[in-house]
């Protein structure tokens, strides 16, 4: 525990990406298999299930620092981070634990889940006692399930490769599903993990926990250029970009897998896609775009219309009939069992093409739909038509290259794919109210609410429509964190409503209706794309400009 707690604290305490990566490396070599099986499921983004109440630790926090609720409450306030304020606040520790990762979690973490109040509050301040600053605070993070640290997934599979002596690109295959929380990390399993590169990556005989396994996604660049410097367009293949959720559907074994991008495995989620894989042949991969679609429909609904299939805790005939799925395929991975990543995508197109028109004509057309490449003569034709991708529902072009290979990750060593998109919606909104950061913006306000102007009935007003926190620069941070602590007019636990001056354009992806939101609007991916100084908040737009976003996705 100690050993991560200080790589916790060296990585939280940087933003070099060296220092990261010497910072990790040397953890690897030096940790016991079993610690960093659980370390690597953090760092990779596994995502710890919380095992005792915000509330239920803060209570016994501060029964143990004998502090009164008020100063208890104004400590939070003022550090802005549960976890930090309880490793401040409780004195020093007695004793020392010499018990490492590995054993905090799977004999003191896991097991507090559902314990007995009384008993829960005793085993919970005497592991506080056992522990130095650094070391409280990162298990108050895990056992409240907060944990967050600021490094890429590519990064830990970089530290990996290193202490292995093996292509990152291994590594990063053999850690596709690691953070599956069906599969507890373990000294054997992290073991195949960094093994020589001669003990079997061979996808035809995978170990049997591997065997649904997907391929890393190999992810596209944003292009920032203009296309005439990517050469003759004859060299590309353009695709439209569609808002789903990315995703790979993989038949092995004469059983069938649907993984998101996230790695989550959501086969559950989509009974009717594993209905396609139980008709694809065996050892069939395909990369693709989980759209919700409706049967015979010609185009794919808005994004919102599969929210219900990952948040509902069960799928009802309602919401399997309301939220219909279909698989949007870009490429073919795996045929007949065989790796196809190093062909050239054209001719993975090809045999996906092939495959398609093979299926029933019920599945083809209403469950796997290949995505229609964009033709165009010359790249004016192609913005020409990328224009169109509001009016058509997708948020621009994806440009491949005709004989790129499938990569890992985001990559240009095995040919590149670009993300031609459109600008983003964006208007002009007011800052209503503000909340704290994570990390190390935990003690800056940093995460904020946005309003527009509505004018029903001759009365303006500031309705809410959205939430951002990235897009200005750490100093923009400070400023604009300085003025919401000095216009503050009340609090609501950890957020504060603010005398409304400031105005920021904020830019976002999607809009689309939503009944659960005031304003009537739910916007996708929003973040601020400038401070305006330059605008009173009467300058601010307004509710039906918004909506007039909405009357172009819908006309």
Do not use: C
């Amino acid at each position: 525990m100690k050993r991560f707690a200080t790589l916790y604290t060296a990585l939280d305490a940087t933003t070099s990406t060296n220092e990261k990566l010497e910072a990790l490396t040397a953890y690897f070599s030096a940790a016991e298999p079993e610690d960093a099986a659980w370390a690597a499921y953090f760092l990779a983004g596994g995502k710890p299930r919380q095992s005792v109440p915000a509330r239920l630790l803060a209570e016994f926090a501060r029964e143990r620092a004998g502090l009164p609720d008020w100063l208890f409450e104004e400590s939070y306030q003022a550090v802005g981070d549960l976890a930090e304020t309880i490793a401040h606040v409780l004195p020093p520790a007695t004793g020392e634990s010499t018990l490492g990762l590995a054993q905090w979690i799977e004999e003191r973490v896991l097991t507090l889940r559902g314990t007995d109040p009384t008993e829960l509050r005793a085993r919970l301040l005497a592991y506080w006692d056992e522990l130095d600053w650094s070391e409280r605070f990162l298990l108050t993070k895990l056992i409240g399930g907060g944990f967050r640290v600021g490094v890429a997934r590519q990064l830990v599979v970089r530290a990996l490769a290193e202490v292995a002596g093996v292509d990152h690109k291994r590594i990063a295959q053999r850690m596709v599903g690691w953070t599956d929380s069906r599969q507890a990390p373990g000294a054997a399993r992290y073991l195949r993990l960094i093994a020589p590169a001669a003990e079997g990556d061979n996808i035809d005989t995978p170990h049997e926990s591997d065997l649904g396994l997907p391929y890393p996604f190999f992810l596209a660049h944003p292009l920032q250029a203009d296309p005439e410097t990517l050469g003759p367009p004859s060299g590309w293949l353009a695709e439209w970009k569609w808002d789903g959720i990315r995703a790979q559907l993989v038949k092995r074994g004469g059983r069938v897998w649907v993984w998101s991008r996230g790695e989550d495995l959501v086969t559950d989620r989509f009974p009717e896609l594993a209905s396609l894989g139980a008709a694809l042949p065996d050892g069939t991969v395909i990369d693709g775009e989980i759209l919700a679609w409706e049967p015979g429909a010609a185009a794919p609904l808005p994004f919102a219309r599969l929210q219900p299939r990952i948040a509902r805790k069960s799928l009802t005939k309602k919401v399997l009939a309301d939220s219909p799925a279909a698989l949007l395929a870009y490429d073919l991975l795996e045929a007949d069992g065989r790796d196809l990543r190093t062909e050239a995508l054209h001719a993975r197109r090809a045999r996906l093409d092939a495959l398609a028109q093979s299926m029933s004509s019920t599945l083809a057309v209403d469950l796997l739909r290949v995505s229609p490449l964009v033709s165009a003569s010359d790249w004016g034709t192609l913005a020409v038509l990328r224009d169109e991708s509001r009016a058509r529902g997708v948020e621009g072009l994806m440009l491949k290259e005709r004989e790129s290979m499938y990569g890992v990750g985001r990559t240009k060593s095995s040919g590149t794919w670009w993300k031609w998109k459109i600008d983003p919606y964006s208007i002009d909104a007011v800052l209503l109210y503000a909340q704290r950061g994570h990390g190390r913006r935990a003690s800056l306000y940093t995460d904020f609410t946005f309003a527009v102007w509505d004018e029903t009935d001759g009365v303006r007003t500031l309705v809410p429509f959205a939430k951002a926190y990235s897009g200005l620069t750490d100093e923009e941070m400070r400023r604009v964190d300085a003025i919401v602590r000095k216009t503050t007019i009340e609090k609501f636990g950890p957020v504060r409503s603010v005398t409304p001056t400031l105005v920021f354009e904020i830019g976002f992806e999607g809009i689309q209706a939503s009944p659960r939101h005031k304003s009537g609007i739910a916007v996708r991916f929003p973040r601020m794309l400038r401070w305006r100084t330059d605008k009173a908040i009467e300058d601010a737009d307004t509710l039906e400009m918004l909506k007039g976003f909405l009357n172009e996705v819908t006309a």
